[in-house]
């Protein structure tokens, strides 16, 4: 059974730049779906879709987030990455990680989510 | 930029008792909708896809109806674990959204 796990540090400084690996577990990332999705929630913004990214390494990004976002793929490791740039206290949030099904889909399964603090 | 609304925000209902969730889109997403279920700190878990197609393993008591604009979750007779927040997600178009959520507590 396909999991997926989120790790990274819980605590960013403002202005630098939070970095998150999610990895999968039970099967490859070619498993399922072939689309892999960062998701967050805050108490202030609820659940916000952050980006997708395809097995080939095509991704598509929400433009509420003004290009800090991107997603990467490391099918060696069995790994996708998040990395979001000039972060604020508005960047807080639990970050999911979540198998997506087709190019624009559904999320399952998510991973348990980490939390990231942006404080200094 | 689709605006998906959650109503009410909270619904209280006695364990035994129907309960109807509604999401609306501010345009039409087709049958392009998903429900999720989330207990507190867990990741939400997908319930509905397709407006009305249950996902593995999820029991008969959940069920999805509607199409463009207007839909509804229906949890038949409330357990008590399904005591927890409901979202929905339109996936008919970028960026993909969530509802802000519908909680059920025990009445």
């Known amino acids: 059974q396909l999991q997926v796990q989120e790790s990274g540090p819980g605590l960013v400084k403002p202005s630098e730049t939070l970095s998150l690996t999610c990895t999968v577990s039970g099967g490859s990332l070619n498993s399922n779906s072939f689309y892999w999705a960062w998701i967050r929630q805050s108490p202030g913004r609820g659940l916000e879709w952050i980006g997708t990214i395809h097995y080939s390494g095509s991704t598509y990004d929400n433009p509420s987030l003004k290009s800090r976002a991107t997603i990467s793929i490391d099918t060696s490791k069995n790994q996708l990455s998040l990395n979001l740039t000039s972060v604020t206290a508005a960047d807080t949030a639990v970050y999911f990680c979540?198998?997506?099904?087709?190019?624009?889909?559904?999320?399952?399964?998510w991973g348990q989510g980490t939390l990231v603090t942006v404080s200094s | 930029e689709i605006v998906m609304t959650q109503s009410p925000a909270t619904l209280s209902v006695s364990p035994g008792e129907r309960a109807t969730l509604s999401c609306r889109a501010s345009q039409s997403v087709s049958h392009n909708l998903a429900w999720y279920q989330q207990k507190p700190g867990q990741a939400p878990r997908l319930l509905i896809y397709?407006?009305?197609t249950r996902a593995t393993g999820i029991p008969a008591r959940f069920s999805g109806s509607g199409s463009g604009t207007e839909f509804t979750l229906t949890i038949s007779s409330l357990q008590s674990e399904d005591f927890a927040v409901y979202y929905c997600q339109q996936y008919d178009n970028w960026p993909l959204a969530f509802g802000q959520g519908t909680k059920v507590e025990i009445k």
């Open positions: 397709g407006a009305s």
């Open positions: 979540a198998n997506q099904w087709l190019v624009r889909g559904w999320f399952d399964p």
